[in-house]
């Protein structure tokens, strides 16, 4: 493949745009190579400024479930460009979309609507905090709640119990109010509020993780963490940016029968316009301004573009949920023959899918948490990443990412994944 433009644009970005992007993981850095640089996109697939046509399985990280440019949301914006882009100021658009989600999405009363995932996870934090009176905050390692800077904390070392700053600008003061603990393991949960009693604000934790690739909960994980926070009195709070309007109507909570306190989204609820926003019953929410103490706010938040290509896209997903058994009809394709093909070659993997969310390990242990899903042949990732691309197949560009896939993909576009594959077995 040619990719002389987004080399030449790769370059002339990277004197005004620190590394030449605006979110690091578009860099390729964990993979190697040029970024590609998008001209265009419809329905699966990407068109790059070098004219190549990709099959896109990351649908821009997950919003776009129902493909590129889907045509009535594409319409729902253009009518509310002309009637203007924002007010600052209420509108029925919002309530509209706030209504919809509070109807698809059980154990919610109210919804506030805010602009990214970040925001919507660090505005949790900020109401359990308040909510309950307590600082303190558990985190999984591996989990991945936007970049405030609650959640940028890593493994402190082997005796301390809380954690440390992971990145540079992190403050001791903010690491040591955030716990460390690592998925699949409630024990390491229980520990937490041994060590802490009454000073847990909350729990966070993707229902199902999709930042270390996809890992699933296992059976008892996220009932677990429910009984350990009623016993003490701690909030539940499902991150459902990834998992939210994608593993069903309802997200994580619907699909698998846990119920959270707090519950954030952003993705498919923008419709690809930026959205965030987090969920709770009334009795929490009321502790909001301006109606409670806590406080919260946003220029942009509820943009009327961002209202109109939201319910669009969530009003199609109520009035077709046949999209998620297509989904993850497609998606066990794309699984079965992936594996298939890996037996024959004799690769050591794991595929770890659930609904429209996957991801390939090349590691002959079960992925199950932060540390099996690091001890993957990374050098064979970066191959394997390369060898679909050169073959026309998009992938996320780092194995620490779920692919997303979207209802536009055809059963050819499943279909020249797997060719894709094979031919890139075949030469490894
Ligand atoms: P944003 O602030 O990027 O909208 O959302 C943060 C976020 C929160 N919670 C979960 C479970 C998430 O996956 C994300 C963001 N996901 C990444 C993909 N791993 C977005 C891609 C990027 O960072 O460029």
Request: a negative charge; glycine letters at 10%.
């Amino acid at each position: 493949m040619l990719y002389q433009r987004s080399s030449a644009l790769f370059k002339a970005a990277q004197k005004v745009i620190p590394g030449g992007v605006n979110s690091p993981v578009r860099a390729f850095k964990a993979v190697g190579g040029t970024p590609l640089f998008v001209q265009k996109a419809k329905g699966a697939y990407l068109f790059d400024e070098d004219g190549n046509r990709l099959i896109d399985y990351i649908s821009s990280w997950g919003p776009l479930i129902l493909g590129h440019a889907f045509e009535p949301v594409i319409e729902a914006v253009k009518q509310q460009a002309d009637l203007g882009t924002s007010y600052g100021m209420p509108t029925a658009l919002e309530t509209q979309l706030a209504a919809l989600a509070v109807e698809l999405v059980p154990h919610i009363d109210q919804i506030r609507m805010v602009n990214s995932g970040t925001e919507a996870c660090m505005s949790a934090v900020r109401l359990a905090r308040g909510f309950t009176g307590r600082e303190k905050l558990i985190k999984f390692a591996g989990c991945y709640h936007g970049h405030s800077d609650a959640f940028l904390i890593q493994a402190g070392s082997g005796a301390v119990t809380f954690g440390a700053p992971s990145s540079p600008g992190v403050t001791q003061g903010t690491a040591k109010d955030t716990l460390l603990a690592d998925y699949n393991k409630l024990e390491s949960v229980a520990h937490h509020f041994d060590q802490h009693p009454e000073q847990i604000a909350a729990i966070i934790v993707e229902p199902v993780a999709g930042n270390m690739g996809c890992i699933l909960p296992q059976k008892g994980f996220l009932e677990g963490l429910r009984s350990l926070c009623d016993q003490h009195g701690a909030l539940l709070i499902f991150d459902e940016v990834m998992t939210g309007f994608r593993l069903a109507p309802g997200g994580a909570q619907a699909r698998l029968g846990v119920r959270a306190d707090i519950a954030t989204f952003g993705k498919v609820l923008g419709g690809g316009l930026p959205v965030g926003a987090f969920a709770a019953r009334e009795e929490i929410m009321a502790y909001l301004a301006p109606l409670g103490p806590v406080y919260q706010a946003g220029t942009l938040s509820g943009n009327p573009l961002a209202m109109a290509a939201g319910y669009t896209l969530l009003h199609h997903l109520k009035t077709h949920p046949e999209v998620f058994k297509r989904l993850d009809q497609k998606t066990a394709t794309l699984h079965q023959g992936m594996a298939d093909l890996l037996d024959q070659k004799g690769l050591p993997y794991q595929i770890n899918r659930l609904g429209s969310m996957l991801s390939l390990h090349f590691t002959d242990q079960p992925v199950i948490d932060f540390k099996t899903a690091t001890a993957g042949n990374n050098e064979t990732f970066k191959r394997y990443f390369h060898g679909m691309l050169d073959r026309g197949v998009y992938l996320p560009p780092s194995a620490f990412e779920s692919y997303f896939l979207n209802d536009a993909l055809s059963e050819a576009d499943i279909a020249h994944a797997l060719e894709a594959f094979n031919g890139w077995l075949s030469s490894f």
